[in-house]
């Protein structure tokens, strides 16, 4: 069993910054990715940045040069550093991860954070 515990989500305001952290714990076995989504009110859920296991990172268009995704691959945590937050970034920010343990592929995702960014 893996399990996330996210933690970091606050309230800010625009232009500032948030860092946001997720550990996985259990038995994470071979990670392949960790990726952290949101979801905004009326909105669906999208991918805002992802690291793989080759450290090769993906970035959402909309937060690219702002958003920095970076992973501890020894403690399995992986962090959001958001900078020049704007009043649509606000959201539940989710951790989600990506692996095989045992052989048996897996995905789970954390309980999601709230960011949420005021003008």
């Known amino acids: 069993q893996v399990n996330l515990a996210e933690s970091g989500g606050g309230s800010v305001q625009s232009g500032g910054s948030l860092r946001l952290s997720c550990a996985a714990s259990?038995?994470?076995?071979?990670?392949?990715?960790m990726k952290w989504y949101r979801q905004a009110p009326g909105k669906e859920r999208e991918l805002v940045a992802g690291?793989?296991?080759?450290?090769?990172?993906d970035y959402a268009d909309s937060v690219r040069g702002r958003f920095t995704i970076s992973r501890l691959n020894v403690e399995n945590t992986v962090y959001l550093q958001m900078n020049s937050l704007k009043v649509e970034d606000t959201g539940v920010y989710y951790c989600s991860i990506w692996g095989y343990s045992s052989r048996t592929p897996y995905n789970v995702w954390g309980q999601g954070t709230q960011v949420t960014v005021s003008s």
């Open positions: 690291v793989n296991r080759g450290a090769g990172t």
């Open positions: 259990g038995s994470t076995g071979e990670v392949i990715a």
